[in-house]
């Protein structure tokens, strides 16, 4: 499905069961870069951090 927005995209990933929330406390500058990196090699979900230490927004 072509995503006209980041919200319809998000969505999609949802509904196919591709995205992963993560509520988790995490640290942008160390924990993040690391998690994402071992779900992609291992080719997992796309991953939505929405507690993101030192931020007022989630990450995708």
Do not use: C, W, Y
């Not at 988790?24 to 994402?36: D, G, L, M, N, R």
């Not at 071992?38 to 507690?51: D, E, I, Q, S, Y």
């Amino acid at each position: 499905m072509l995503a006209n927005n980041l919200q319809e995209f998000v969505a999609s990933l949802r509904k196919g069961g591709e995205l992963v929330d993560v509520h988790e406390p995490v640290s942008a500058k160390f924990e993040i870069t690391e998690i994402a990196d071992r779900v992609m090699k291992r080719t997992g979900p796309a991953l939505l951090f929405h507690n993101v230490q030192g931020s007022d927004h989630p990450l995708l």
